[in-house]
């Protein structure tokens, strides 16, 4: 079946980056788009962004141009979140999601991984 | 820049009874792409109707989504005891793409 699965939670300090990965399963990963969303605690959710499996494009929300990267390894079937110069405010579960296009919802979601960030 | 608001925050109801949700967006949604969500303590979001009003694959048709424009609906005709949790819009006609502050289906 059609899976995302991430990778395990991660604890960083302030100023720190952290690397989460999404690894898809069960369809033809360079057809479709990985969009990311996190939610902090008490949050609403909130969309990142998304790249193209299958040309590695790119668009970032403005709340997060300069300080998300996202990735991808085909040959893996994977996409890779790079966050950089952590906050606290950036403690949070953070989502890839299969998308169909670049406007899209979400089917299926990966399983969310939590990143904390304290000193 | 597209705001969804959900009402009410939370709706305190019992099994059995009729549960209706409200979104609304400050602009018009696009091709009324609207997707509404069901998310679980300690799970992933999962996805219930798209385009306002289709149900995805799997989804019980007690769920049903309707309106356009502006107003949109999540209907659940009979809530069943799974059927407790917190309720999202999402909107993805015009970037960026955005998430309502939720709807918390209690046991009352």
């Known amino acids: 079946q059609v899976q995302l699965v991430q990778s395990g939670a991660e604890v960083k300090k302030p100023g720190a980056s952290v690397k989460v990965s999404c690894k898809a399963s069960g369809y033809s990963f360079t057809n479709y788009f990985i969009h990311w969303v996190r939610q902090a605690p008490g949050q609403r959710l909130e969309w990142m962004g998304w790249i193209n499996a299958g040309n590695g494009d790119t668009k970032y929300s403005q709340n997060f141009q300069g300080r998300v990267t996202f990735t991808t390894d085909t040959s893996a079937s994977t996409t890779y979140m790079e966050v950089s110069s952590l906050r606290s405010e950036d403690t949070a579960v953070y989502y890839c999601?299969?998308?169909?296009?670049?406007?899209?919802?979400?089917?299926?979601w990966g399983q969310g991984t939590l990143v904390t960030v304290s000193s | 820049e597209i705001v969804l608001t959900q009402s009410p925050g939370t709706l305190s109801l019992s099994p059995g009874e009729r549960a209706t949700l409200s979104c609304r967006a400050t602009?018009?949604?696009?091709?009324?792409?609207l997707a509404w969500y069901q998310q679980k303590p300690g799970q992933a979001p999962r996805l219930l109707i798209y385009g306002a009003s289709s149900r995805a694959t799997g989804i019980p048709d007690r769920f049903s989504g309707s309106g356009s424009g502006t107003d949109f609906t999540l209907t659940i005709s009979r809530l069943e005891p799974e059927d407790f949790a917190v309720y999202y819009c999402q909107q993805y006609g015009s970037s960026p793409w955005a998430f309502g502050q939720g709807t918390k289906v209690e046991i009352k």
């Open positions: 999601a299969k998308g169909h296009g670049t406007g899209s919802y979400y089917l299926p």
């Open positions: 602009q018009s949604v696009s091709s009324n792409f």
